[in-house]
């Protein structure tokens, strides 16, 4: 009995020690998980409007799911006005959706096409207590932890809500309930084979070094 609660007694010191000197240094799980903050990946759009004299659409160049660069033919429209015009690719990206078809009519302002830009894009809400750790165009490492080979990618914070976003939370029964002031940030990064819009992606606070 000596022998097991010596035993006993040996363990407990040790996780104490080890969950001490982890709460010192800011690993503990709490820690962790507060400063891991997981957000949704997703595509920045642009809609293609229509420019020109009314006309009817005469030829459709791309289809969905195409990779274009920027200048190439979209569509080809024929107008009273200014006879055969064609619609270009404002920017590279690829055709996400084509709302127009041979023979439509088309009007100025009228949608044609839904382009995926070649970047992506997480938003973020970060406690008012870390916002400091972040400022608009900061790289920051964002993480994709869901992955087969968990990877890691260079964003740039491109925006911090100038307002607080207040989100009520539910605390436990001890702490009541309260109103956290938490901040819309969003980060940007260039687009990656291995990454697709839906993905988790996660920013460790705790790794941004003042």
Known sequence: MKIKAGLYIGITIVLIVGGALLAVKGKDAVSQAESRKQGVLDAEQKTIFYQNSPGSIVEVSVAVGDSIKQGEVLFKVRSAEEGETAVLAPEDGSVNRIVVKPGDQ???????????KNNFYTDLYIQESEIQKLEVNQS???HFPYLDYPAEVTGVVTSIAAAPQFAGLRMSREKGQADLSMFLVRISMDSNADLLPGM????KLDEITD
């Not at 949608?111 to 995926?116: H, N, S």
């Open 140 to 142: 920051i490492d964002v």
């Open 106 to 116: 088309v009007q100025q302002g009228m949608p044609m096409a839904v382009l995926q």
């Open 200 to 203: 988790t992606a996660e920013v």
